[in-house]
């Protein structure tokens, strides 16, 4: 397997990009490397934390149906990115296309969505465009603030140091699994699915981690980068079923299927994923403490350049190779379905 | 004519979203008051200024077909709202959606466009988010600062105030019938239009300005907005075809069209469009000449809701009613041309 950015087709897109543009001589990271662009705020020690991010895949694959979703997440996909970083939220701007024709409830609907995940983050939209097209799209950039030094990237973590998530992962997997397999609500429904940014635990770590990254891919990808990117792999202590949130380890159950399908797709639960060296994990875990803020520590940085998952029984993963079926997904969601659940028995 | 904003179509559907939406509380202007959203940064007497804005309309109208174009576009409409309020760009966001199967040299010439409007203007594409989707469809978001009390917003515009524009106008309205009318490239090419978002010109401005707007839905709409929100009206003194640029001259002179059609459509030049109370204009004339940036005193505010064209014979324009004809631009953009020609003959 090799361990290049580039082994991986989304990271090769993101490049090709770069090859025409221009980075910003004072950016504080490269590409690839932080969930939320930083560049220095004029004439301060500030670090600008700037994030876009369109819902528009999600809703062709039938993930989500209701506007308030759709609204929701389209704040939220973008206020985790800022999480991820460490930064505060200074506003949200919000670019709308909708089809011809949609109605006014439709619409209410989308923004109390956006309203709602903005006011939980205690922020706001600031302001907006709206466009009409054939399809639903919504984008979304989040703006912060992160103080000098502060920031988070996805660059710095270490072989030995300890690895935290902010929750139970899962919920992402659960969503798409209903979607695709025509889930009953008592199950799983639509509005079981809030994931909320993380952007106060993001700011509790920012002290303490080496690496940070979003789990908006879900974990195994947010893993398998947070590798590439450091020359590192990692060791998970928890079984894939222990790690999954209540609602997804339901699902998981009912359908009798591997519990690591829903952390190796690719439709995330935007928890933070972060690596703390060794002698900061104790002040950590009482700064949560403290602060009342979940974290849970289920692994560590490794040397090798491996994913393994070492309970219940020891399991190593292809993260390029699971994340290159995720490419698929697009096309046919059922059949990417298969395709994975068919990998992980090989895996 | 109702002279309020919800007279307008566009302002309506604005409003919707702000029924559902809380603002920021600090947030230095009302909805509709500035082309760009101002909120303080944390900890500074800066303010952020914040704009976001989709190209596709424009591509599914055929407007622009070449991915160069569309790319330049798409930085410069956001840019264009941060050189309005008289801020500085820090840098630009992007969300791209291209349909499935794009080829590279397309996804090239889409980012040279980007990164050529973007070093136009002394700002980097930052970073972004690509998607893949029926149109093609770019997002840019661009975000700026400006100093303490150098802000520039739509309202304060007084009776007396002297209106000016930073350059030759009706390049949106030539690219536009380029497109509708199939006109040949000696007359008007597509790499012909090529606005350039004005930042040098609003920073100079900003310390004279009383009001500022770009008109990027054309002169008639800005100074149509312009009045509404400042319960003033218009006079312009020079004639519509001196107000046109060359190129955009020489394309209504060879339709033989009513060279005021070019500032009355809804496809715009990017120019910025400001007042300036009498006292401040020898000293903002002045610094333009030193600054070598060029500006043309056009008219003046009146007390009057008009918006009254005095040369070469006087025409008193509703605003209202072209902005709301150009709502059928999407749907028939040969017929709108017809309708828009006849509601001139008229007014």
């Known amino acids: ?29 490269g590409v690839h490397e932080a969930d939320a662009e930083l560049v220095p705020w004029p004439g301060t020690s500030d670090l600008l934390a700037v994030t876009t991010d369109t819902i528009a895949e999600e809703i062709a694959l039938g993930f989500y149906r209701e506007p308030r979703t759709i609204g929701w997440m389209a704040a939220t996909v973008s206020l985790s990115d800022l999480a991820a970083v460490g930064a505060e939220p200074v506003g949200v701007v919000l670019a709308v296309t909708l089809p011809r024709g949609t109605d006014e ?17 205690g922020t706001y939209v600031l302001g907006g465009d709206t466009n009409t097209g054939d399809a639903t799209a919504v984008t979304a950039t989040a703006v912060g603030r992160v103080p000098a030094g502060a920031a988070m990237t996805r660059t710095g973590a270490r072989a030995g140091d300890a ?12 969503c798409a699994a209903r979607a695709v397999l025509s889930l009953p609500d008592a199950l799983y429904a639509e509005r079981d699915y809030r994931p909320r940014a993380r952007l106060a635990e993001g700011r509790l770590c ?5 690496a940070c990254i979003d789990t908006s891919d879900g974990l ?5 980068q947070l590798g590439r ?10 079984a894939p079923s222990a790690l999954l949130e209540p609602r997804a380890r339901a699902v998981a159950d009912a359908l ?8 190796a797709q690719p439709h995330g639960e935007f928890e933070l994923a972060l690596t703390v060296p060794a002698g900061r994990t104790a002040a950590l875990e009482a ?15 490794v040397d090798e350049p491996v994913l393994r998952f070492t309970a219940p029984r020891v399991r190593t993963l292809d993260g390029g190779r699971l994340r290159s079926l995720a490419e698929d997904l697009g096309r046919d969601a059922r059949h990417y379905l298969a395709a994975l659940l068919a990998e992980l028995q090989r895996q």
Do not use: K
């Not at 920012?206 to 080496?210: G, I, K, Q, T, V």
């Open 206 to 210: 920012a002290p303490f981690a080496s």
């Open 287 to 301: 700064a949560s403490r403290d602060a009342g803020v979940e974290l849970a520590r289920i692994g560590r940085v």
């Open 229 to 238: 990117l450091n020359d590192v792999g990692f060791e998970v202590d928890l």
């Open 220 to 224: 195994v990808a947010a893993l398998d």
């Open 105 to 121: 409830s439709t619409r209410e609907a989308l923004a109390a969505g956006v309203e709602a995940a903005c006011r939980a983050c």
């Open 256 to 263: 009798s299927v591997d519990p690591l399908a829903f952390l």
């Open 163 to 174: 690895l935290y998530v902010t929750g139970g992962l899962g919920a992402g997997g659960a």
């Open 1 to 29: 397997m090799s361990r290049a950015l580039d082994a991986v087709a989304e990271n090769r897109a993101v490049d090709a990009w770069w090859r025409v543009l221009s980075r910003h001589p004072q950016q504080a990271h």
